[in-house]
Every structure is written in structure tokens, then in C-alpha cells.
Antibody
């Protein structure tokens, strides 16, 4: 069974660093991009960035470039989303999603993680 | 930057209704558009990819069409389980969402 399991909810203070994870199983990690999507409370979905585990190619949305870092650890089939200086405006649910590298699904994420809620408050 | 404009933002409908949601791209970028359904507190669920291909397990009352800069999600005979928010996605840009409510 294909699964993307995200790390648990986080509560942080402004200025702190954070890394959340997306652990995958049930498929060949190197053959699918892993992307990250933000959903602020009561708001819509925002595409943040995506990484290809096979060659570590990364693409960021201009809105998130320089604000977050995406990475992977192929040895444990896990993707990460990292902040170095959180702001209150980073409070949101963050989802990871899988995108087939052969573009059989176009640019769609076919399987999603359950989401990680990040709360940034002083 | 590519922008995706969904309409309407909110749609009031009844069980059995035919519902149409439109997504317009600010430029003709790709024919590959996806549609998602999201319920409160849940991750989005893929319904349609590559504009018109139904994801496995998705009921056939959902269909997608379009080309160029205009794309459509149609739900024929709305069911109680279909009341949710729907998003389109093209490349790196989501539409702002359409809430389908009773």
C-alpha cells in the first residue's frame, strides 16, 4: 500500500527553526516527485515547492523561494520541509504529495500525506 | 506568473443537481489540469488529471473537460457526499477553490 505519513503537529515561536517530514512507503521513492502544499486556516491550497528524489532537482514557487527549503533522504524514503526563521504567518496546515516523474498524471499529486499543522505563536 | 481563477467561489446546490465549476488560466500553459475535492480537516483527494482522465475509484458522475485557458469540472446528479470544496491545479498553481454547499 502506498503511504505518505507526515510528522506530527508543531507549536513554535517566531524566529525558531523547524523541519517537518513526509515518510513514504509502498513505491519506488526515486520515481516520483514529492511536493509541498500550504493551507492557511480557512484558506485555499498553495503550491510551495517540489523535489525529485532521484536527482534532487528542486523547483520552488516564487512565493516561497528563499522562505523554505525542501530536501530528501533517499536512504529512508523521506522528504522534508524546513524553515530557518518562522513567522506567525507560517501558521498553516502543510501537506506533502506525490507526483509521478513520468508525468502519467501530468502535474497532479496523486497521493497525499495526512497533513502537518504548524502553529507559530509567541 | 500563471494564475488560475475558479468560478464560482461558492455554489449552492441540491442533491440531484448538475454542477459545473470553471477554472480559467491567465495564459495558455498546459493541457494538463487536475481537479481535487477537499473536505474539512482532510487532505485533498484527486478526482481528475490531465484535464479529463478520471482517477481510479472516482465515481463516473465526475467529469472534466477543457483546453487552452478554460477548463471545467462537471458533477452530474450531485450526491450528499459531494458537498465539499473543489480546487483546480495547473503546473504550480491552484485555483482559489469552489465551495459546493447545500
Amino acid at each position: 500500500e502506498v503511504q505518505l505519513v507526515q510528522s506530527g503537529a508543531e507549536v513554535k515561536k517566531p524566529g525558531e527553526s523547524l523541519q517537518i517530514s513526509c515518510q513514504t512507503s509502498g513505491y519506488d521513492f526515486s520515481n516520483y516527485w514529492i511536493g509541498w502544499v500550504r493551507q492557511m486556516p480557512g484558506k485555499g491550497l498553495e503550491w510551495m515547492g517540489i523535489i525529485h528524489p532521484g536527482d534532487s532537482t528542486i523547483k520552488y514557487s516564487p512565493s516561497f523561494q528563499g522562505r523554505v527549503t525542501v530536501s530528501v533522504d533517499k536512504s529512508i524514503s523521506t522528504a522534508y520541509l524546513q524553515w530557518s526563521g518562522l513567522k506567525a504567518s507560517d501558521t498553516a496546515m502543510y501537506y506533502c504529495g506525490r507526483q509521478p516523474a513520468n508525468f502519467n498524471y501530468g502535474y497532479a499529486f496523486d497521493i497525499w500525506g495526512q497533513g502537518t499543522m504548524v502553529t507559530v505563536s509567541s | 506568473d500563471l494564475q488560475m481563477t475558479q468560478s464560482p467561489s461558492t455554489l449552492s446546490a441540491s442533491v440531484g443537481d448538475r454542477v459545473t465549476i470553471t477554472c480559467r488560466a491567465s495564459q495558455s500553459f498546459s493541457t494538463w489540469l487536475a481537479w481535487y475535492q477537499q473536505k474539512p480537516g482532510k487532505a485533498p483527494k484527486l478526482l481528475i488529471y490531465k484535464t479529463s482522465t478520471l482517477e481510479s475509484g472516482v465515481p463516473s458522475r465526475f467529469s472534466g473537460s477543457g483546453s487552452g485557458t478554460e477548463f471545467t469540472l462537471t458533477i452530474t446528479s450531485l450526491q450528499p457526499d459531494d458537498f465539499a470544496t473543489y480546487y483546480c491545479l495547473q503546473y504550480m498553481t491552484f485555483g482559489q477553490g469552489t465551495k459546493v454547499e447545500i
